[in-house]
């Protein structure tokens, strides 16, 4: 017997049949461990009824009303953080303490939303003009729309929810079909917490349940994070039908490694950064830029590390790299290798036969040196353990690569000297940079975001941009005139 995952809506799980249903895999053993409903217009409609039915009410709780649930929802999620990391684990197959991690960075944005009346007051100008006051408030949009990608099942979630909840909107989750549980988790959390039946309603499904969010005329806004390709659709969707859009996209993050720099540091970083969550990272590094001349050495130090990395299921303790999440997604990552190999680039560490029994998605950690930037491995998105080393002579030469890419999710520089690092944090043109720090994901009170095909809106997720992409601002002139004053100024067609 599977379980059976199904759509909670008003606060409910869905008791209807679903005329299709996705299979979701324990990617460890390769084995179905549940089917999940699928929802098709009519089981959207139904969801976003509900928000829009719950919208009202909720626009109406107070701020401190509001602000309460989400303190509540935040010691709930500190409480289960151990229980939302193994549901996680058990679907995507990333390491339980890398799932845990995930659920860290997704308080941190359920604790900047509980600063809710602070983050939501308005302005006020005294005496704008002689007797008119002007002051300006942020209001929800109502309902909203968010879809969720497979590699960050509760984060990424937690990204939009608790900020868009908090500035009074009410929202239909479509998490990803392949690991839907941990939204259903977070759902029944924020119904412990105090959060009305309706607020948030989580219908389950693919591009059919996408497209009745995105058509739905109820549904005022949209944020998703997902592929590049499916990030433009969204964003031209949504908004030719009328919707504010912020649509996250896919990325290809290079790590600069400069002469100077410590390289057992950047040894260290590289390994963690590549393979942490077996690649399937947003923010992984996929290319290290090694600036001549330290390619060989610091080849030789990744390899090293590599050899000794653990890969084994995520449940277990001395695990470090998980499977992937599907048999696909296994075999597509594995197909790059051989392209890669195929298209003459050096295979340092193949994982391709990683030697694990059963029928686990495995893939060992893969290393390419002198990868050329025509190379398959190099232009898209693999999404997986796999890291490419490019050569180049100089600083120059690293951000005139970089910059040439299409993607601008991330990046970061390793080195010992502040001028360069200046040079490069001032003139990359990617949208997150780290300097000697490979995973630069801004705290929840910063906001984050990619430039160029990492992001189509100009709102970027969580923090202050995600609060004024949740609200919009209306400014209210006002004049009290005193019955002694009243008459006095007649009609004047002139502009005010
Ligand atoms: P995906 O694009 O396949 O799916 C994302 C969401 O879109 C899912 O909910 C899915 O059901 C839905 N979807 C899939 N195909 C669709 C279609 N044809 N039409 C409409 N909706 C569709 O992405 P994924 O494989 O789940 O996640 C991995 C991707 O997400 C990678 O490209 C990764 O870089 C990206 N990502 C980006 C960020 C970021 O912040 N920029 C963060 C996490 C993941």
Known sequence: MTEHITHRIAGKPWTGTAERTGEVFDPA????QAHVDFAGPAEVDEAVRAAAAAFPAWRDTSLAGRSRVLFRFRELLAQRQD?????????????????????ARGLENVEYACSAP???????????????????????????????????????????????????????????????????????LLAEAGLPDGVLNVVHGDKVAVDAVLEHPDVEAVSFVGSTPIARYVYETATAAGKRCQALGGA???????????????????????????????????????????????????????????????REPDSEMGPLVTAAHRERVASYIDAGAEAGATLAVDGREPGIDGDGF????????????????????????VLSVVRVESLDAALELINAGHYGNGTA????????ARRFTRDVEVGMVGVNVPIPVPVGYYSFGGWKDSLFGDSHAYGPEGFHFFTRRKVVTTRWPSPSTAAAGGVNLRFP
């Open 83 to 103: 229980d939302l990391a193994r549901l996680i684990t058990a679907e995507h197959g990333k390491v339980v303490s890398d799932a845990a991690g995930e659920v």
């Open 252 to 314: 290809k993050n290079h790590m600069a490694v400069l002469p100077d720099a410590d390289l057992d540091g950047a040894a260290d970083a590289a390994v963690s950064a590549g393979f942490g969550s077996a690649g399937e990272r947003c923010m992984a590094v996929s290319v290290l830029v090694a600036v001549d001349p330290i390619g060989d050495e610091l080849v030789a130090k990744i390899t090293d590390r590599m050899r000794s990395l653990r890969v084994g299921d995520g």
């Open 29 to 32: 053993t390769g084995t179905v």
């Open 118 to 188: 602070q983050l939501l007051k308005g302005e006020f100008s005294e005496n704008a003009s002689t007797g008119v006051d002007v002051h300006s408030t942020p209001q929800p949009l109502g309902v909203v729309g968010v879809i969720s990608p497979f590699n960050f099942p509760a984060m990424v979630p937690l990204w939009f929810v608790p900020g868009a909840i908090a500035c009074g909107n009410t929202v239909v989750l479509k998490p990803s079909e392949k690991d839907p549980s941990a939204s259903l988790l977070i759902a029944e």
């Open 362 to 385: 495995w893939l060992g950690p893969t290393l390419f040196d002198h990868v050329r930037p025509e190379m398959s491995i190099y232009t898209d998105e693999i999404f997986g353990p």
């Open 413 to 420: 520089v390793f080195t010992g000297d502040g001028a360069a």
